[in-house]
């Protein structure tokens, strides 16, 4: 498959991934605060297991299409840049970081609805692990996206406001960490924010990156590009 076939197919897929991550957040209904009670989280999990299970499985599969829409921005990247750099780099190890700590919390939010009844109480302490594990991961989704965000602003190989409105998600992410440190609402209400403005970020790129492809994969070649066939040598002069 061409080089520009298999990313035009990974910004579809950055497009699903977001659909997906959005629909899972969703499909348990609305979790209860950080800082909810024991109770309430029990009782949340209990009456939501079915959602939380199949949710699992959603955030799965969109972040196994997640990592081909990372690849292909960080191959663009790379050309864009045109050398080797750190900036890359960056992009590579914080998705790794991001993606991994997801999917640990996803793991542990399914153990949590399979295993409930034998959990009991611990529930919460899961839950809590799961919020913890989510703040932590925003560490590696603020490197991904400010190492995009100054690949941008430095080649302008995308729109350099995506660059300047990465630069405020990076941000945003960094606040969300503070999850590590507190179980206040305001965080919490601050985290899903972040991470609504995330996915329009990575929506508004995925769009972009795949129109210009389109576009490209459309367009009608030079009329100097077109192999010809060669010109046979002349023949050789009579021989006297």
Request: proline fraction near 6%; avoid cysteine.
């Amino acid at each position: 498959m061409a080089e520009e076939t298999w990313e035009r197919y990974a910004w579809v897929a950055g497009i699903a991934s977001i659909v997906l991550f959005i629909v899972a957040t969703f499909l348990a209904g609305t979790p209860p605060r950080p800082s909810a009670s024991i109770k309430t989280v029990f009782n949340y999990v209990n009456n939501n297991r079915d959602a939380i299970k199949w949710g699992g499985y959603v955030v799965g599969v969109g972040i196994t299409l997640f990592i081909f829409w990372v690849a292909a921005l960080a191959s663009a990247t790379r050309r864009a840049l045109n050398a080797a750099s750190g900036l890359v780099t960056i992009v590579i190890v914080g998705a790794t970081v991001a993606l991994g700590l997801a999917l640990v919390g996803t793991a542990i939010a399914s153990f949590e609805a399979l295993q409930i009844h034998n959990l009991q109480g611990g529930v919460y302490l899961f839950f809590i692990l799961n919020y913890i594990l989510g703040a932590v991961g925003s560490f590696g989704t603020a490197a991904f996206v400010l190492g995009v965000s100054l690949a941008v602003l430095r080649t302008g190989f995308l729109p350099r406001w995506l660059g300047f409105a990465g630069l405020a998600v990076a941000v945003l992410q960094l606040v969300a960490g503070l999850g590590v440190a507190t179980l206040g609402d305001a965080v919490a209400v601050i985290t899903l924010i972040a991470f609504f403005v995330w996915a329009v970020w990575v929506a508004a790129i995925s769009a972009l990156m795949l129109a210009r492809s389109t576009a490209a994969g459309l367009s009608p070649a030079p009329a100097g590009a077109v192999a010809a066939t060669p010109t046979p040598p002349p023949p050789p002069p009579p021989s006297s």
